[in-house]
């Protein structure tokens, strides 16, 4: 079916001579056909109210969803985007062309101040496996234009997909020229793995400054995520594909875990605090990124874990590692029982292991998986923030993968602001045990500057971890490209972000064959 579109295309046109811009949100209500009763705001703005772009997220066969916050003055103070506290409408159109001459789907919802004036529609009745266009309108304005694509259906068959994989974006840290690069790939989707924002404070020598302390209110937050949203390559990228994205610590607080913040002496020591600073967060969270209804924090809890499925040929469980671990403890890092993921979560990941028909079984998460000794010689060194803390837990889905002989795991990871690819072992302490899986780290975006190849640091890990195939230490991101013989992880960089203007290359690359664990570099 199609609808004609009667907005001024001119205004689309001259909007979008701007680029793909994105921007994230959080719903109030959608009306299939017109606005809802209530009595809504006169919707004329003092400035650009799509100022924060737009974006799509979570792909389905049928749908997505569609973002965006009415921000005009995006940075005021009170994390109010320059907005009275009334509620807006907000029509939605989305077309098979860029010039939507075939309106397929529109829509209207409601941009509210409980939730920041943000809106996330969840478009359905599209056609798999098809790219599409969207856009947004408040009053005379007019959004500029997304482009989306929906996943295969479900089991079919599927020759093959690509995508990037992201983390780690510190504003201060440097420029996301990175994000320019990706926009122009020719991927299906844009895997975000945590660490979107930055709650800290700025060192005077940042390359991009930004005021204020360390952030704590929900004001604080959103008018950090809108800083962060301003840049006009994030706008670009997410723009130009769907995005499925989790958090990390940083979205929160620095090596949060469960509900233990990592400052205990500090003015979020005690449970209640934290827990109060943490919903605050995940609001923000929300109401700037492309997620469901399902993800809408309920206080201080927030649900992300998830799957995505693109055919026959690729299923993502997105995983959240924060919510629900144990706390760090060197200590106890072999204890048995001790949870990463947390009973119900380790649960829906041994599920969907067992039930998935997909070629490739992938576990997007967040912090490093393999086992990784930072330590010259016989001594031994790990980080009790990543899996090498949670040993058991880890023990756990290896084992479940190698008994039931999963076919095909992948894990991708992000958090450490360094490229690396590693082989999975029955066990990491002998490396003639038996491969059971891959798994690939995503370098950070800007965090921790223009970096350089390997430090004697780098060095000293591929000597202590032989299963550690790789690792660089630059800016960047993934493309990953499988189809049903291999899987392909190009590692892309730049050479600096300290200024905007790097280019972009393929640092290396890597594949892995269908039924043959290992890594193989090209």
Known sequence: MSITGNWDR???????????????????????????????????FAGDPFSLGVASGDPLPDGVVLWTRLAPEPLAADGSGGLPPETYGVRWEVAEDEAFARVVRRGAAEAGPQLGHSVHVEVDGLLPGREYFYRFKAGP??????????????????????????????????FYTAYKHMAEEDVDLVVHLGDYIYEGGVSANAPRQHDGPEIETLADYRNRHALYRTDEDLQAAHAAF????????HEVDNNWAGEIPQDRNGVNATRESFLARRAVAFQAYYEHLPLRKSAIPQ??????????????????????????RDDQDAALRLQAGRQMTGPAQEQFVLDGLANSRARWNVLAQQVFFAQRDFE?????????????????????????????????????????????????????????????????????????GDGQDISAGGTTVLA???????????????????????????????????????????????????????????
């Open 10 to 44: 001119r205004e689309i046109s001259r909007r979008h001579l701007l680029g793909w811009a994105g921007i994230g949100a959080g719903t109030l209500a959608l009306a299939s056909h017109g606005l809802t009763g209530r009595a809504l705001a006169r919707p004329f």
């Open 141 to 174: 304005e007019i959004s500029p234009v997304g482009r989306t694509k929906t996943a295969p259906a479900a089991n079919a068959p599927t020759a093959g997909m690509s995508f990037a994989v992201a983390s780690c974006q510190a504003y201060q840290s440097g």
């Open 242 to 249: 769907p995005w499925a994205v989790t958090f990390d610590d």
């Open 299 to 324: 206080g201080s809890d927030m649900l992300v874990y998830r799957r995505l499925t693109y055919g026959d040929l690729a299923e993502f469980g997105v995983l959240d590692t924060r919510q629900y």
């Open 376 to 448: 010259p010689g016989p001594a031994e060194r790990f980080s009790s923030d990543a899996w090498d803390g949670y040993v058991a837990a880890r023990d756990r889905i290896l084992g479940f993968v190698q008994d039931r002989a999963i076919a095909n795991p992948v894990v991708l990871t992000g958090d450490v602001h360094k490229h690396y690819a590693a082989e999975l072992k029955a066990n990491f302490a002998d490396p003639e045990s038996q491969t059971i899986g891959s798994e690939f780290v995503a370098t950070s975006i800007s965090t921790g």
């Open 464 to 522: 202590e971890n032989p299963h550690i195939r790789f690792t660089n230490e630059q800016r960047g991101y993934l493309r990953c490209i499988l189809d049903q013989q291999q899987w392909r992880t190009d590692f892309r960089v730049v050479p600096f972000v300290s200024q905007p203007g790097a280019p972009v290359s393929t640092r290396a690359s890597y594949v892995v064959e269908a039924g043959r664990p290992g890594l193989q570099a090209l």
